[in-house]
């Protein structure tokens, strides 16, 4: 199941570009209900996916120990919002972290804040984690590499993925896409015109 | 008339625009070798303390630091080592995409090629700060030396961002 949703996510952000779509990032056509999860907010909740509906999420994986690629992500999805103006309400971003051994709730929390006070960091047991992965066609993997003082780097899938109101998987960011392409998109499952 | 105005708006404006390029955080040059356009990621400390972000998971955070080396010499120019006093270990980093999945390793040496450029930016090369001492916040700026082979040694300040 997870194979399959990776190699269609392939072949199909490879078929937006020529598709008539009005989105500009990677299109699920045709959407489908994302897959559910519950795990654990800073705040001691427990959030679950599919209870987020009536407004956009845009989900995203890391961890807090990344200084390169997920702060630039959730640096820029700070931007969208700001840029989303009233309708930044209606965005709710979480970040999932990829590293439980080190991502305790109180890091995760300081880690999402310097970007954004309303972005949600989730952890929770590392086999849930694990399926959450999984069922999302997400990669993470714990390198211990020679080199750096770091103890390990972890490899991990860079995508942002958009859910709409109605709680389907509409649309994948590739790492890169400018802040201008993902706030039209947003805005446009939002039911505004960009 | 308009020599006057166009005088009088160089005189008020271009002296704006020097303070602006100096509170900015000026590119630097020594010898072949400029810095541009240094900038650093905010990123919280995570409340470090005297820990190095080494060893067996020290409760640390990191960051990264982006600027763009020029070389105008004729010769081939090799960053060697990074040193900042914002973190306790400084490295070069690269991260590379491979289908979607960012893979970060470090790297020994940077070359700027005679005649050209490197641009670090973010999920590509940058500097690694690894166990900061000090959260890295908007409005702050960060001191980082970059040593050259030939060049030596040249210190540009970053601007957090």
């Known amino acids: ?194 | 008339m308009k020599i006057l105005f166009a005088t009088s708006l160089a005189t008020v404006t271009l002296p704006l625009l020097a303070v602006l390029c100096a509170s900015i955080g000026a590119d630097v040059q020594q010898g072949a070798i400029a810095l541009e356009g240094a900038w650093a990621r905010r990123a919280p400390a995570m409340g470090a303390g005297g820990h190095g972000g080494t060893g067996h998971g020290a409760m640390t955070a990191n960051g990264a630091v982006y600027v763009t080396l020029r070389n105008d010499g004729p010769m081939a120019d090799t960053v060697v080592s990074a040193a900042s006093d914002a973190a306790h270990t400084v490295e070069l980093h690269e991260t590379r995409n491979e289908g979607g999945v960012m893979m970060m390793r470090p790297v020994a040496r940077l070359q700027v090629p005679a005649g050209g450029r490197l641009e670090m930016k973010p999920g590509g090369h940058h500097v690694m700060l690894l166990g900061l001492k000090h959260d890295l916040n908007p409005g702050e700026t960060v001191t980082v030396t970059l040593t050259f082979e030939k060049a030596g040694a040249l210190t540009v300040r970053a601007p957090v961002k």
Not at chain 1, 22 to 34: H, M, Q, S, T, Y
Not at chain 1, 65 to 88: H, I, K, M, N, S
Not at chain 1, 126 to 148: C, D, F, Q, Y
């Open chain 1, 1 to 194: 199941m997870s194979r399959w949703l990776a190699v269609s996510f392939v072949v199909w952000s490879v078929a937006v570009a020529s598709a008539e779509s009005p989105f500009r990032g990677g299109v699920l056509e045709p959407p489908r209900l994302a897959p559910d999860f519950t795990l654990r907010a800073p705040d001691g909740r427990e959030v679950r996916l599919s209870r987020l509906r009536g407004q956009v999420v845009a989900l995203t994986f890391g961890y807090t120990f990344c200084p390169d690629v997920c702060p630039t992500t959730l640096a820029e999805l700070a931007q969208v919002r700001a840029r989303l103006a009233g309708d930044a309400k209606r965005l709710r971003v979480l970040f999932v972290t990829v590293d439980p051994e080190r991502d305790s709730l109180e890091r995760v929390r300081a880690y999402t804040n310097a970007f954004d006070s309303t972005f949600v960091g989730l952890t929770g047991t590392p086999e849930r984690l694990a399926s959450v992965r999984r069922a999302w066609g997400v990669t993470a993997n714990k390198r211990v590499i020679s080199g750096t003082s770091a103890a390990y780097l972890v490899d991990h899938s860079a995508f942002v993925y958009v859910i709409d109101p109605a709680g389907r998987l509409r649309l994948m960011f590739p790492f890169g896409t400018s802040i201008e392409d993902m706030t039209h998109d947003i805005k446009l499952l939002l039911g505004r015109t960009p």
